[in-house]
């Protein structure tokens, strides 16, 4: 958000690997950064390719545990982080008004039952797949305290509920040239 | 009067004139035509004496002054 008021969106995609209970490895890319985001149940590492430069640290050893250690301990968040707890369902309905639905919707070629909710900050849109495997397909949440609303988005594509995983998905080992640096504690 | 303390003032003062970041300010950005080096086995950026060691702050990359 500029200070005239004028609403800027920063776009980046990124590129999730889960297998629980307790690993995960993201890659963002987009025009603010571009990020690797290791945790193989042990440590978590950040990596900036670009820059040459990673940090580890030592983690809880579930995902769950993880991702609030990152973000309450770290400041670190994983992309869509809430949506890859096993318990998202209850974060996102945390302190929920009531609901809608809305109708159908195509996100991406694949048709969507469209819902929205209401919190008492924000409003929640969400879009799942049509029929009997309602995956994720859109989120959109608007914080409406804030000035001028705004919005993070996230949309999912290519979902793959078989994957299989190398020894290397997890693990992260830096390459030739890379600096290790330190985590500046919140 | 201490003169080795005096010398010492004097050194700190030349190598960090006024206007420069205290050791320990966290900057977004390194300022353009820094050098790099090693400082005590670090990777550090050098900028008119001051140096700058990167490390994350969150989700981003910062440097911090040394």
């Given amino acids: 958000m500029l200070k005239s008021g004028q609403k800027i969106e920063f776009k980046h995609t990124a590129r999730l690997a889960v297998q629980r209970p307790n690993k995960l490895r993201a890659e963002r890319s987009g025009d603010l950064v571009e990020q690797l985001f290791v945790y193989d149940g042990r440590t978590l590492t950040l990596h900036n390719p670009k820059d040459k430069v990673y940090a580890q640290v030592a983690a809880p050893d579930t995902l769950e545990a993880m991702l609030e250690f990152a973000r309450t301990k770290l400041d670190i968040v994983a992309p869509a982080g809430d949506l890859l707890d096993k318990n998202a369902y209850d974060i996102l309905m945390d302190g929920v008004t009531d609901g809608l639905v809305v109708g159908k919707a195509v996100i991406e070629g694949v048709r969507c039952d469209h819902l929205v909710f209401r919190a008492p900050h924000v409003d929640m849109q969400v879009w799942l797949h049509e029929g009997a495997q309602p995956l994720p397909r859109q989120l959109v949440i608007t914080t409406r305290d804030l000035p001028n609303a705004p919005q993070f988005a996230v949309t999912m594509t290519n979902w793959n509920l078989k994957p299989t995983f190398g020894a290397q998905t997890f693990k992260f080992t830096p390459a030739a040239g890379a600096t290790k640096i330190d985590l500046l504690p919140r | ?66």
């Avoid at chain 2, 008119?48 to 981003?60: D, I, K, L, P, S």
């Fill in chain 2, 1 to 66: 009067m201490n003169t080795t303390r005096i010398l010492k003032a004097l050194t700190v003062t030349a190598a960090r004139p006024a206007g420069t970041p205290a050791v320990g300010t966290v900057v977004n950005a390194l300022p353009a035509g820094c050098k790099p080096e090693t400082k005590d086995g670090v990777e550090v950026q050098n900028f008119g004496g001051v140096t700058y060691r990167a490390a994350f702050q969150g989700n981003n990359l910062v440097y911090v002054v040394q």
